[in-house]
């Protein structure tokens, strides 16, 4: 993904028209990348990473997974019953949202020179969504993402018994229907994702040359 500044050559800094003669180094370009608040771009970026992941920690699907197998079904997938982490069959004390959030931590951002044309390119590179999907396996099926499956659909919600027992120690999958009831499909990493692409395209509306 890739931002693009446009900036007027003229308004240039006496250090940045030498770093111009001097190869043109991107890291002067980034250090007189200002927001109006006076933030180099780097912390821009920086503090856009972690309120990305602040946001999708407090998404109520990730937060019913790390409630582990007491949490409530506050994401609604469930029809009010049980909870995610158990339904999937998570293995008790599993952590399954960190390597997403690993992946989030590890976004970068590289920016180049300027053109003569005064224009120049910040490209942020976020994971993409087959990205997280390969680090999210289900439990009993490791060629299947969970976080994929929560978005089209996980079969099995009217065998699943919410009780203390079971992989996770929270639930188990009866050998007959309990009930009648289907999962409900929620947006989560792909819309999360496509949300935080268009947010790091605006990027270039927060900062300029100074």
Known sequence: MAVKFIVNSRQLGQELRQSLAKKNSPRVLEQNLKTDKGKTLEKKVEEMID???REFISLPITKEILGGKNSSNISGT???YG???SFIGFPEGAQPIDPIVKLFQHTGYRLTGLTPRGTMKLTVTL???ADIFRVTPLPWAPGISWAQRIEVGLSGLGMYMDKSAGRSGGGIQTSSPL???RFSNSPYISS???EWQK???KID??????
């Open 205 to 210: 509306k927060a900062v300029s040359l100074k």
């Open 83 to 85: 909870n995610l982490f």
């Open 199 to 201: 947010k790091f395209l």
């Open 78 to 80: 469930l029809g009010g």
């Open 51 to 53: 309120e990305m992941i």
């Open 179 to 181: 009930r009648k009831g």
């Open 127 to 129: 994971p993409s969504p």
């Open 192 to 194: 999360f994702l496509k």
